[in-house]
C-alpha cells in the first residue's frame, strides 16, 4: 500500500496527493486505537492502565470532554491544537497529569495531543474519547465524528492535525453490565467506513469493565459470574467485536501505574489485622468502609477506595490474612492479576499488535477508496481505481481475506468442522508453513504437496454439501493454501 501511494502519488493533482501521503505517512505510524464507550464507563482509566502512567484525568475535568491523542515522543508534552490548527504547548502538571486548565476556551479546542517517553507507546497510539452518549450532544457529536467519520474540525487545518486525526484504524469499545441496542449501532456506524473490514470484527474488541462491582451479587468473586457473562456478550456483539474481555480498570490502573504506596500497604495490613466481624463490617458497604469508627484514619480509607473500591481492598486484605508476610510488590502482582488485565494484553497483541500490518492495509485501502470517489479530477478518480484494482489482485493482499474469513469462523458467524476451522485459522495467523500444515519437520516437496492436497481439500469442501457461507470461507481458504504451495516452492 504504501508503495502504491508513492508510485500513483506524484501523477495526482495537488490536493488528492497531500490526501494520498497522508494516508502513506500514517501506514508507518503505530497502530491508533481509540478506546470508545459510554459515559463513565471508564475509558479514561483504561488508557491510564494501557499507557501505564495516570496521565488522563479521570471522573471530572474538562480533558475528558475532549478528544486526546497520547503517542510515543522523546519527551513529555501536552499540546493543545485549536479548530484553527494553532497548538499551544503545555507541561504536565505536578502530579503528572494533563492539566485542569488548557488555556483555551473548550468551544476552541479541536484535541489534545500528548507525547509521552512510555515505551507502552511505541506500538500503539491510544486516542481518549469523551462518552458517547452523553448528555451534552455536542460533546457526544465530536467524539461520534472522530470516530466514525473525519476530523471535528476546520478545513483549513494544518496536515498534520488533520491527519492526526483523519479516524481511528481499531477500537476498544468499553461497556459496563449489558450491552444496549445502541452500543451495536454506535459500532457498526464505525466499522462500515472502513467498508474493506466491515463484514467482520477484525479491528474491534469490546472490553466488559467494572466487573468488580459484580463482587456484592457473586459472594464476593466476581469472576465466576463475568467469565460466562463477557461470553455471552460476544455473542451477542460478535458481528462487530472479535471478542469481549472483562477487566476491573480501576485495578488495573493502580497497578500498572505503580500508584499503590507502602503506607496504602500499610493501611491495608491494618486493616486486615482487624477482628474479623468488626472487618465484616467494614467491609460490607462503602459507606460503612468510609463512617465507621476504625484504627484507620478516615482520608487513608478514602484513598484505599479511589485506588481499588470495596473489590480491590477486600481482595487485598484476603490475601495479607492468608499471607501475613506477603511483600508490597507481591501485592501489587496479585492485585494485577485480580484486574484481569494480563488477558487483556494478551488480546490486544492477538487482536491488533500482530495483526498490524493487516489492520493498516485495510484502514488504507478504504481510504484510498474513498479519496478516490471525491477526487475532483476524472484523471485521479481512474488512476487511483485503476491502483487499487492492481491490489486487490495481489497475493499479499490475500491474508486481508483470509484473516476476515478466519474470523467469521472462529466467532461462529460461519461453522466449520473443528479440523478445518484449526487449518483455516493458522493459515491466517502465520506464514511458517510447517506449522500451518502440522508438518514440523518435512522437506520442501513434502509441504509443497500438502498444501496442494489442502487447497483441493477446500475446494471440494466449496463444491460440495457446504452452505453458500461456508463456500465462500473454504474458496478463500482454497487460494490461501494454493499461493503457500507456491511461496514454499520458490523458497
Ligand atoms: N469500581 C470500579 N470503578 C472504576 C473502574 N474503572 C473505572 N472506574 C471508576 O469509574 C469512574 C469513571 O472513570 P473514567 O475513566 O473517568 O470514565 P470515562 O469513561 O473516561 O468517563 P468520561 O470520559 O467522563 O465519559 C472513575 O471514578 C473511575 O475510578 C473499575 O473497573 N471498577
Ligand atoms: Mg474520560
Known sequence: MADLCAEVGHRLSPATKTQIFDVRRRLG???????????????????????????????????????????????????????????????????????QRLGVPRSEVAYVDVTLTSDHLRDLTVVDTPGLSSANTAVSAQARRFLFTEAPIDDDLDDDSTGALSGAEAIIYVFTQSVREDDVQALESFRSISARLSS???????????????????????WPVAIPLADSQTTVLRRVVSGVVPVVGLLAETT??????????????????????????????????????CPVGADARQRLLRLLDLYGISFAIAQLIARPNLAAGELMRLLFQASGFPRLRQTLDHAFRWRTDAIKAGWALSGLEKI????????????????????????????????EV??????????????????????????????????????????????????????????????????????????????????????
Open 256 to 293: 500498572e501505574a505503580g500508584r499503590l504506596t507502602a503506607a496504602d500497604c500499610e493501611a491495608l495490613r491494618q486493616l486486615a489485622g482487624l477482628p474479623d466481624v468488626e472487618r465484616t463490617i467494614l467491609l460490607a458497604s462503602v459507606d460503612l468502609f468510609v463512617n465507621r469508627e
Open 406 to 491: 478466519a474470523q467469521l469462523v472462529t466467532t461462529g458467524a460461519v461453522g466449520l468442522p473443528d479440523r478445518m476451522e484449526g487449518e483455516l485459522t493458522r493459515l491466517a495467523l502465520s506464514n511458517d508453513a510447517a506449522w500451518i500444515l502440522s508438518l514440523p519437520s518435512a522437506p520442501r516437496d513434502q509441504l509443497v504437496r500438502a498444501a496442494l492436497e489442502a487447497a483441493t481439500r477446500w475446494r471440494a469442501y466449496a463444491v460440495a454439501g457446504a452452505s453458500p457461507a461456508q463456500s465462500r470461507v473454504a474458496l478463500v481458504a482454497h487460494r490461501g493454501f494454493f499461493l503457500l504451495s507456491q511461496r514454499v516452492r520458490a523458497n
Open 29 to 99: 505510524e503505530p497502530l491508533r486505537v481509540a478506546i470508545a464507550g459510554r459515559l463513565k464507563a471508564g475509558k479514561s482509566t483504561l488508557v491510564n492502565a494501557l499507557i501505564g502512567r495516570r496521565v488522563a484525568p479521570t471522573e471530572v475535568g474538562e480533558c475528558t470532554r475532549i478528544v486526546t491523542q497520547f503517542r510515543y515522543g522523546t519527551s513529555d508534552r501536552v499540546d493543545v491544537v485549536r479548530r484553527n490548527g494553532t497548538r499551544s504547548s503545555l507541561p504536565l502538571d505536578e502530579s503528572g497529569m494533563i492539566p
Open 372 to 403: 478516490a470517489s471525491h477526487a475532483e479530477r476524472p484523471y485521479d478518480r481512474e488512476l487511483l481505481r485503476d491502483a487499487i484494482e492492481r491490489v486487490l489482485q495481489q497475493p499479499e493482499y490475500h491474508r486481508l481475506r483470509l484473516l
Open 200 to 222: 467482520n470484527p477484525i479491528n474491534s474488541i469490546g472490553l466488559f469493565n467494572k466487573v468488580d462491582k459484580l463482587a456484592s451479587v457473586a459472594g464476593g468473586d466476581p
